[in-house]
């Protein structure tokens, strides 16, 4: 009897020449810098209508080999082309594969950087940004229920604040900048004024 192994909200990554992901292949290894052989297949359906802005998989597959292997997904198109595999997971007692789902797109990230014609460069570190703004945002939230209606959307809105937050800490470090400025130097924040939205949604705190 295999192991049983649920992974959950597998985003594929985006892709610009209108070729869909059509299949994910499941693959295993018993260390994490180990060799990874397939152990599954699934088929993607349905299929998205637009590769740029892919929805979110899960799939269980019966055919692992035991607690503390690690798995990871690799995309398939009908091509045969594939993608880079998502970052290995552990296969632990009472858990599932599942990684940060982003509470947003890369398309309304770049809407509000005002960045028209993104290059894959800039593709692959927006998908990075929105999944660090939305582990942090799951990590502040504490939250033991779905959300929904208004908490929904203001943590969509937290998600954008922060992933621009993040993508204006890349490109500028923290302190002072803009020292010619007329109006005297400006400063980048050390704190997140999009994570302190998220306090009317806050249940549960950390020790002090």
Known sequence: MGEVITFVGYRPPQRFDSLPWTNAHVEEAATVDGAFTQI???????????????????FTTENGAAL???????????TG????????????????AAP?????????????????????????????ILDAAAGEINARMGRLNDLTGWE????????????????????????AIGLDSPSGPVFVSR?????KKLTVLQQSWGCA
Do not use: C, M
């Open 40 to 58: 599954d297949t699934f088929t993607l359906s349905p299929v998205d209508i637009d590769p740029a802005s892919p929805q979110a998989r899960s």
């Open 68 to 78: 503390g292997y690690w798995y990871r997904v690799v995309f398939v198109d009908g």
């Open 81 to 96: 082309d594939t993608s880079q595999p998502t970052s290995p997971v552990q296969n632990l007692a009472g858990s599932t």
């Open 100 to 128: 940060v789902v982003p509470y947003t797109t890369t398309d309304e990230l770049f809407r509000i950087l005002k960045i028209r014609n993104p290059t894959p460069q800039q593709s692959s570190a927006a998908e990075r």
């Open 152 to 175: 929904l959307q203001l943590v969509t809105e937290v998600n954008l604040e922060r992933g621009a937050e993040l993508w204006n800490e890349e490109e500028v470090p923290f302190g």
């Open 191 to 195: 704190h997140s004024r999009a994570l």
